[in-house]
């Protein structure tokens, strides 16, 4: 079997080039390039493998809109729990909708019953490439990437999903309009939902060893502060270039998070603010209860370290590579051809050679074939934007849901975090947990250092000179925390009055994700009769096509024989 390099249209071995564009084909070396998934996603290029499926690019037939396909490997097809993690992967995926979460847009199975899901193609490198190609990340750059990276598992959480494989190669850098870093959480695979059954044997491990929480290897269910601690990893790994710990095996990282105290960030980069640096100290306490109450309070720390710029919230730009030749394009090709197919028989006749009755025939078949092509593509034109339409309306609800989600996940984060604060048993949570006085001296001492830094050399700028102001920018944040905190303590909520406060946020949460769930579950009804009559229309599409090209192959092997 051959392909068509350019409009992935598949060939006989003894054809030599495509009867469409003319190019020169290809040996194709995977089934699946050249496959067009339910009726209408061609696929075109393979992106990358994982242990459990293979991304490959391609392209909406009907709307030429390039999207990114993941199909699970064939030897998987059979494994009940796969099939069902990659179909909740979608659903968790989809219902999602933030800017910082991979979009997700489809999901189906091939001719051969192997389940694919659809979701946008993006263009950037994984963080774990990112990081290898620079030189060094910078703390108000690693603030702005962890920043979106606890923005998505915010939204992740608040919707009950823990992703449980947070690592910089399921984190993808993208670039937006004005080119700055957009994160965006991949692979959702093994994310789970505590509504879903367990989909693992027991004794079965997933996830990444260098990024796992210590409670991940004492077999404790996976939890919200799971992915907690796997961020904090990655901070780590972000501002210092390295792991917070080094081993040759799995066992060995195993045993540093159950065991090991991590090094402090500010220990190895002396310009981390301590404010990040504390902050990924309690992402990586041993004792889940330690780390942050939740995302939110994460992202609350690294909103008031990051600048205003880096705060904001950006979209990922358009993928600009050319899309290939598609469906619209062929079709007025196939045109043209068939009409230079009826101007060569008329030629015949005029010169006192008439055509021969199967040439005619065929001329006839051919033209019919293309006018129930053309036809079918405007009926599957019009289903789409039937289903474009509701998936919008749906759309519409996932994002007004979601801010309202997010204003009161917020909320509930603010009433925990006061609720531990001021548990019997908890400690203070200032960033260094020191009083306001001695961090006042600390900012004090910083500030006349970075005053003789300055004196030192008052008409020229200096790396020194910088790095003391930095400190005493941090100094002064600790200082103004510490100071919050004591305003606080001093003058406590009821406990009572707070515990009342969290568990009536917790029920508005839970009221709004349940409004969101049986939205889903109406959109996704109507949906299915929508997408098997797409999935009919796209065979059908596709035969004719087929079709097409072998009579065409017959009608010019006919002429040749006429010698025309």
Request: glycine share 6%; hydrophobic share 40%.
């Amino acid at each position: 079997m051959k392909i068509c390099p350019v409009c992935q249209l598949r060939y006989r071995d003894d054809t030599a080039r495509c009867m469409v564009d003319g190019e020169l084909l290809q040996p194709l070396t995977d089934p699946n390039i050249g496959a067009v998934l339910g009726g209408r996603y061609a696929v075109e290029a393979r992106l990358g493998s994982g242990g459990m499926a293979t991304v490959y690019r391609a392209t909406h037939s009907l709307i030429e809109r390039q999207v990114a396909v993941k199909i699970l490997h064939e030897r998987f097809a059979g494994d009940r729990p796969l099939r069902e993690r990659l179909h909740r992967e979608a659903q968790s995926t989809a219902a999602l909708a933030h800017p910082n979460i991979v979009e997700m847009y489809d999901f189906g199975t091939t001719d051969d019953d192997v389940p694919f899901l659809v979701m946008e193609l993006l263009e950037g490198q994984t963080l774990y490439q990112f990081l290898k190609d620079q030189a060094r990340i910078r703390p108000p750059r690693a603030i702005q990437l962890g920043l979106q990276i606890a923005r998505g598992l915010a939204r992740a959480h608040d919707f009950r999903v823990v992703h449980r494989d947070i690592k910089p190669e399921n984190i993808f850098v993208c670039d937006s309009e004005d080119g700055e870093p957009v994160v965006k959480l991949v692979d959702f695979g093994i994310a789970l939902s505590p509504e879903d059954p367990r989909l693992t044997h027991t004794g079965q491990l997933i996830g990444s060893p260098k990024y796992m929480a210590p409670e991940r290897f004492r077999g404790r269910d996976v939890s919200f502060p799971s992915d907690l601690y796997s961020l904090g990893i990655v901070l780590f790994e972000i501002v210092t270039g390295n792991l917070p710990f080094a081993s040759s095996s799995a066992p060995g990282f195993m045993i540093h998070h159950l065991e090991t105290i991590p090094p402090r960030v500010r220990s190895i980069i002396a310009e981390c603010p301590s404010a990040l640096d504390e902050l990924i100290a309690s992402l990586l306490e041993k004792d889940p209860a330690q780390r942050p109450v939740d995302a939110h309070q994460v992202v609350s720390a690294l909103n008031d370290m990051a600048t205003s710029k880096a705060r904001r919230v950006r979209r990922v730009t358009a993928y600009s590579r050319e899309v290939p030749v598609g469906e619209a394009s062929r079709l007025d090709q196939w045109v043209e051809r068939i009409a230079k197919y009826g101007s060569t028989l008329d030629r015949q006749t005029l010169a006192g050679k008439p055509a021969t009755e199967p040439l005619r025939e065929t001329l006839a078949e051919l033209q019919a074939t293309l006018g129930r092509l053309t036809r079918l593509r405007k009926q599957g034109l019009e289903a789409h934007e039937r289903m474009e339409s509701l998936a919008q309306e749906l759309q519409t609800d996932r994002e007004l849901l979601g801010r309202a989600v997010h204003v009161i996940a917020a909320d509930l984060s603010r009433a925990r975090t006061q609720q531990k604060r001021h548990a019997p048993t908890g400690q203070p949570a200032s960033p260094a947990n020191e009083s306001g006085t001695k961090c006042r001296e600390r900012f004090l001492n910083t500030l006349a250092q970075a005053q003789h830094a300055h004196a030192v050399s008052p008409t020229a700028p200096s790396d020194d000179t910088l790095a003391a102001f930095r400190n005493v920018v941090a100094t002064y944040a600790d200082w103004l925390s510490a100071h919050r905190q004591e305003q606080l303590s001093s003058n406590p909520p009821p406990a009572s009055e707070n515990a009342s406060d969290v568990a009536d946020l917790e029920f508005q949460l839970e009221a709004l994700r349940t409004q969101l769930q049986e939205r889903e579950r109406a959109v996704q009804r109507k949906r299915a009769s929508m997408e098997d009559e797409l999935a009919q229309n796209g065979e059908e599409r596709r035969q004719l096509e087929l079709r097409l090209l072998a009579l065409s192959q017959q009608f010019e092997r006919a002429l040749k024989k006429t010698g025309t």
